[in-house]
């Protein structure tokens, strides 16, 4: 018998018990497409992960100050970093990129009879814009002349073009800070909110020098941090190791000692962050991988029951001249149909619930920008662990009918 006339009279067979075949379904329809849905939710995870690091910046690795620790407790910070130890990272360090220091502060924006607190205050150096991957939307960035004299300019973000000037263009216009009037030479590209809630577009960024000697009134040429960018991803390492090296030079830090700064890579961070997203997923795909098999558990249920209500016609197949293994075939292939009908259905179920559940996201979290992910290789797997559950749950039941004696079958009643 070929397999196409075999196809046919499982297919026959299953649409005599319509109801029946479709509670069958039922179980395989909620395990697939509960499998599809947590693998696609947790790789949208590690896409929003993934999105919110890069918007961070091209390859970053940020240098702080040291805590200082007494007894156990963390005391406050040793001022250590300097703005020449940025400039040595980013001239002498063959795997950097750029460098700029950063010097933060805090303190409301005014315009006219408006005003807005920055979430972000920041003193920064020239390349600042290099090393955070950021474009300008308008204007220019301030110049080493501007942070060599301290001039007192700025470039806002989206959030304070909105809230300060609404429709008025902001470039030349003055706002105040601290009642120090800073011009407007720049407005930063739109980049929105990240994984936290936090504005990224709530900023003000002058030069570092403004910053200490207008807003903190301060001669010293420390800085809270500095933040480099690696010249490539696969040179994040060599970069770390090149800033550590100089740094340790620089500060006449000798073998042994503990060093009066920490260097972070955040791709570590993005790689620890995509591995704890990667388990989740999988323990949740595994949890949802359940139902699969009480569905495949439903099918041979089924499909044993099939086999008693069938053996006359078993037994008269046999009878006619049809072999044990014609019976097999019969019997697993409509067990595979069933399994795949549910997970056709599953799929499409998985990948709609899993674009559901991420627009809802979005939604109800105005800090959440969720990318919709549908797992094409985790909706083929799903396809074929349905079927390898229809083989897997209906080789029994199939191969049960294909022993039965002819004789005590044709005369079961």
């Known amino acids: 018998m070929s397999f196409w006339d075999t196809f046919t009279i499982a297919i026959r067979a299953l649409l005599k018990n319509k109801m029946r075949a479709s509670l069958t379904v039922l179980g395989v329809v909620i395990g697939i497409a509960a499998v599809t849905t ?40 040793t ?20 460098s700029s220091p950063i010097v933060g502060a805090s303190g409301q924006a005014i315009f006219g009879s408006s005003n807005w607190s920055p979430r972000e205050l920041q003193g920064v150096g020239e390349d600042y814009l290099i090393v955070r991957n950021w474009d300008l939307e308008a204007g220019g960035f301030f110049t080493d002349s501007d942070i060599r004299s301290g001039a007192k300019v700025c470039v806002i973000g989206n959030t304070l073009v909105r809230k300060l000037f609404q429709t008025t263009n902001p470039i030349g ?37 403004t910053v200490r000697r207008s807003l903190q009134g301060s001669r010293f040429n420390d800085v809270g941090a500095i933040m480099v960018s ?57 949890i949802a991988g359940i139902s699969l098999l009480v569905g495949g558990v439903g099918i041979m249920n089924i499909m044993l029951v099939s086999v008693t209500e069938r053996t006359r016609e078993i037994g008269i197949r046999m009878a006619i001249g049809a072999r044990g293994r014609d019976i097999l075939w019969q019997f697993l292939v409509e067990s595979v149909v069933l399994s795949c009908i549910g997970g056709a259905i599953g799929v499409t179920l998985g990948v709609s619930a899993s674009a559901g559940v991420t627009m809802l996201i979005n939604s109800f979290s105005s800090g959440s920008d969720w990318p919709i992910v549908v797992s094409l290789p985790a909706a083929a797997v799903a396809m074929g662990f349905a079927a390898a559950v229809g083989i897997f749950f ?20």
């Open 230 to 286: 690696a010249v490539a991803p696969d040179r994040m390492d060599s970069a770390t190791s090149e800033i550590e090296q100089i740094l340790f030079e620089r500060h006449g830090i000798p073998p042994g000692v503990k060093p009066d700064f920490r260097v972070q890579n955040t791709t570590e961070i993005a790689d620890t962050l995509g591995v704890i997203t990667g388990t989740l997923t999988m323990m949740l795909a595994a």
């Open 79 to 98: 001022v250590t970093l300097t703005a020449d130890d940025s400039d040595a990272i980013g001239t002498e360090c063959r795997s950097v990129l750029a």
């Open 394 to 413: 209906g080789f029994y039941p199939a191969r049960r009918a294909s022993k039965l004696d002819p004789i005590d079958a044709l005369r079961y009643e």
């Open 173 to 209: 216009k003055l706002l105040r800070v601290r009642n120090i009037p800073f011009r407007v030479v720049g407005i930063l590209e739109k980049k929105g909110v990240n994984m936290v809630g936090d504005d990224q577009d709530n900023i003000l960024l002058m030069p570092y020098t």
């Open 38 to 77: 947590m693998v696609s939710i947790g790789q949208s995870a590690s896409a929003l992960v993934q999105g919110q690091f890069e918007a961070l910046g091209t390859n970053v690795i940020v240098v702080f100050p040291e805590y200082q620790r007494r007894g156990g407790v963390r005391q406050s910070m």
